[in-house]
């Protein structure tokens, strides 16, 4: 168990936490392989360059990621006060969620188990 006074522990606990900016997505309706093509994408890249690929990514989860880069954009300019224009995407991963399970019946009275799986998608921002 830790030393010290509740607040202290907090207190120090609070210190080492990362202060930038970020934007998470849990229970994501999209698997986390199927997210990750996406992410691979953007990862690295500034804002403009990233909200672009997203743009015109055909994939589903493209249209979440985006949603989600901006809402990350908007915590940098207003809880940080970073400039949009020196934002670039540090970190970005898809996290497994829990699974739906479902039952596809078949033939001959069997059935099969169809797995709807979800991810917690974050992405998190940096100033260059």
């Known amino acids: 168990m830790a030393k010290g006074h509740r607040s202290q522990i907090k207190r120090e606990r609070n210190a080492n936490r990362d ?5 998470k997505l849990s229970y994501a ?9 996406v992410l691979d994408a953007i990862r690295g890249k500034d804002v403009q360059t990233a909200l672009g690929i ?13 949603k989600l ?3 990350a954009i908007a915590n940098a300019e207003n809880n ?9 995407v540090a970190e970005c991963y898809a996290n497994k969620g829990p699974t739906m399970k479902r039952i596809r019946p ?4 069997r059935a099969y188990r ?3 799986r979800m991810s ?5 921002l940096d100033e260059r």
């Open 114 to 116: 169809i797995e709807k």
């Open 120 to 124: 917690h998608i974050t992405v998190v």
């Open 80 to 88: 940080n006060g970073m400039n949009k224009d020196n934002l670039y």
């Open 29 to 37: 309706r999209v698997s986390v392989q199927k997210a990750c093509f």
């Open 19 to 23: 202060t930038r900016p970020s934007a």
């Open 54 to 66: 997203l743009e015109y990514n055909p994939r589903y989860a493209s249209s979440l990621i985006k």
């Open 69 to 71: 880069l901006e809402s």
């Open 106 to 109: 078949r033939a001959q009275g």
